[in-house]
T-cell receptor
Framework: DAGVTQSPTHLIKTRGQQVTLRCSPI?????VSWYQQVLGQGPQFIFQYYEKEERGRGNFPDRFSARQFPNYSSELNVNALLLGDSALYLC????????????????FGPGTRLTVL | GQQLNQSPQSMFIQEGEDVSMNCTSSSIFNTWLWYKQDPGEGPVLLIA?????ELTSNGRLTAQFGITRKDSFLNISASIPSDVGIYFCAGQSKETSGSRLTFGEGTQLTVNP
């Protein structure tokens, strides 16, 4: 079975541009979460979606937005890119979208490496 | 907000040695998870812990969910070169909406053959 897939794998943008990152969850999983990982740090939570509804939002500016589609895939959008947005963006999927034990164990994709110049 | 303190930050060991790393938090977590991340890749789940006091093994890896629900440790026995990587602890709390993970800062493990 395919794991979590993300596209693109790498992306280079310039300041002020906009970017869209894509994620497909594991088959049967209905929740997708997005994390930002800056070099040398642990991942930081950005958003969680379950059944197309936002279930949580981390401490990120409104330049960051996301959505989930009927097939449970998801997009993360970042507007007005800053140099500090350069990071590995990780997508994780789980069966459900609440802390309920094994059914909410999160599995990560390979990430999208975003570089902002 | 919630924070996880993970230690040590880095470890340099010889092949065959045992390794221990831990995470502590000022907040209670309902689930503790341990992930391993190789350069340029996403974190891979190693062990998940769902009950306070739970001790779980996965091959040479053993992890425990602390009784206070504010800490967890991961042990690796008889280390091998492919154990090299960054190990992260992560917690989930019912106090936050959804099931976001809070991560530690990671432990960089180097294994010398």
């Amino acid at each position: 079975d395919a794991g979590v897939t993300q596209s693109p794998t790498h992306l280079i943008k310039t300041r002020g541009q906009q970017v869209t990152l894509r994620c497909s969850p594991i088959s049967g999983h209905k929740s997708v979460s997005w994390y930002q990982q800056v070099l040398g740090q642990g991942p930081q939570f950005i958003f969680q979606y379950y059944e197309k509804e936002e279930r949580g939002r981390g401490n990120f500016p409104d330049r960051f937005s996301a959505r989930q589609f009927p097939n449970y895939s998801s997009e993360l959008n970042v507007n007005a890119l800053l140099l500090g947005d350069s990071a590995l963006y990780l997508c994780a999927s789980s069966l459900v979208g609440r802390t309920s034990g094994k059914t909410d164990t999160q599995y990560f994709g390979p990430g999208t490496r975003l570089t902002v110049l | 907000g919630q924070q996880l303190n993970q230690s040590p930050q880095s470890m340099f060991i010889q092949e065959g040695e045992d390794v221990s790393m831990n995470c502590t938090s000022s907040s209670i977590f309902n689930t503790w998870l341990w992930y391993k991340q190789d350069p340029g890749e996403g974190p891979v789940l190693l062990i998940a812990l769902y009950k306070a006091g739970e001790l779980t093994s996965n091959g040479r890896l053993t992890a425990q969910f602390g009784i206070t629900r504010k800490d967890s440790f991961l042990n690796i026995s008889a280390s091998i070169p492919s154990d090299v990587g960054i190990y992260f602890c992560a917690g989930q709390s019912k106090e936050t909406s959804g099931s976001r993970l809070t991560f530690g800062e990671g432990t960089q493990l180097t294994v010398n053959p």
